[in-house]
């Protein structure tokens, strides 16, 4: 065998990929040493520190029995939320003014920068969720002064793919 004098990124001989190649990160062996916001568990199975993701980060989120996080930010990550099990109210704006449902198998879009607020809709289940973001890095701005609006505003999302608005449309209103 001879030795390989380089350490290219040339995909030579697949016993490269051995130890490079294909993760499996067991649930039980998740990272609890992310970034934490109070009133939920964020637990990190995909980044940079353990399997060298660059461009990704990929946990789980739990949130207790009639829960709720503080408001929060994740900087310039875009996050992508996917509801196990069971229901997610989300509030967002910069008052929490607007807010959302989602239940099993629905998933959340959080863009950068967006002001936010994780809620366990039930009182007696265990909010249980996939978190995916958009960098390796795990970003969590809390934001404690953030003044909740008393009843926040519901939107119902609709699939801009499939959306037939009136031309007043209220969906570019910042």
């Given at each position: 065998m001879a030795e390989q004098s380089s350490?290219?990124?040339?995909?030579?001989?697949?016993?490269?990929?051995k130890h490079t190649g294909v993760?499996?990160?067991p649930g039980d062996q998740l990272d609890n040493s992310t970034?934490?916001?109070?009133?939920?568990?964020?637990?990190?199975?995909?980044?940079?520190?353990?399997?060298?993701?660059?461009?990704?980060w990929a946990g789980t989120v739990t949130i207790d029995a009639n829960a709720k996080t503080g408001a929060h930010h994740h900087g310039h990550l875009e996050s992508v939320i996917y509801v196990l099990k069971g229901k997610a109210r989300m509030r967002w704006g910069d008052k929490l003014e607007f807010t959302a449902e989602?239940?099993?198998g629905d998933f959340i879009f959080v863009p950068p920068?967006?002001?936010?607020?994780?809620?366990n809709a039930l009182e007696d289940e265990k909010l249980e969720c996939v978190l995916m973001r958009s960098?390796?890095?795990?970003?969590?701005?809390?934001?404690?002064?953030?003044e909740p609006a008393e009843k926040p505003e519901h939107v119902a999302w609709i699939d801009p793919t499939h959306a037939n608005l009136p031309h007043g449309d209220h969906h570019h209103h910042h």
């Open positions: 350490h290219e990124h040339t995909h030579t001989s697949p016993d490269d990929w993760r499996v990160i970034a934490q916001t109070p009133g939920m568990s964020r637990a990190a199975a995909i980044n940079f520190a353990r399997v060298g993701a660059q461009k990704l989602a239940g099993p920068y967006v002001p936010h607020q994780e809620i960098d390796g890095e795990a970003v969590a701005v809390n934001l404690p002064d953030l």
